[in-house]
């Protein structure tokens, strides 16, 4: 852990309870500022700042929960598409946005990506609950999946 690393401190605080927790990552829901539903972070448990610290266990896991979260969202939603980003300059501790893009979506590609990671917008207590249900809809789910 880093004192100075926005997710290591996140990871400790005890009220911060993810999605889902496996051996070495954990799955977080997304900013829901961004708008942009069954959005995730797929975050290794440890700092990692590089590729090549993982471990090959590290690594597998992160293969396994990857399509597990993407069938999970596709149970709750139309997803045609998982964008996966890795970008990792102003927080270095290395994490994935996963970006699920709906079948009806006119917004594709590199605009959904940036909306996702970089756009931030007012919502209000309506819409916030629905996103709020989605998650813990999507945690059950991780949950149950074999």
């Known amino acids: ?57 590290e690594l597998i896991e992160m293969s396994e929960l990857v399509p597990k979260i993407e069938r999970a969202v596709g149970r709750i939603m139309p997803v045609d598409r998982l964008y996966i980003v890795v970008i990792s300059e102003a927080v270095r501790h290395l994490h994935l946005h996963l970006i699920p893009r709906q079948q009806d979506d006119q917004e594709k590609g590199l605009t959904l990506i940036a909306r996702a990671t970089q756009h931030r917008s007012e919502i209000d207590s309506h819409v916030r609950r629905e996103y709020i249900e989605f998650y813990d809809t999507l945690r059950k789910l991780l949950k149950s999946e074999n």
Do not use: D
């Not at 990552?25 to 993982?54: C, D, M, Q, T």
């Open 1 to 57: 852990m880093r004192t100075n690393c926005p997710i290591c401190a996140k990871h400790q605080n005890p009220e911060n309870s993810p999605l889902l927790q496996g051996e070495f990552w954990r799955v977080e829901s997304g900013n829901i500022e961004a708008s942009v539903k069954g959005y995730v972070y797929l975050e290794p448990i440890r700092h990692v700042e590089h590729w090549s610290e993982f471990s090959q266990e």
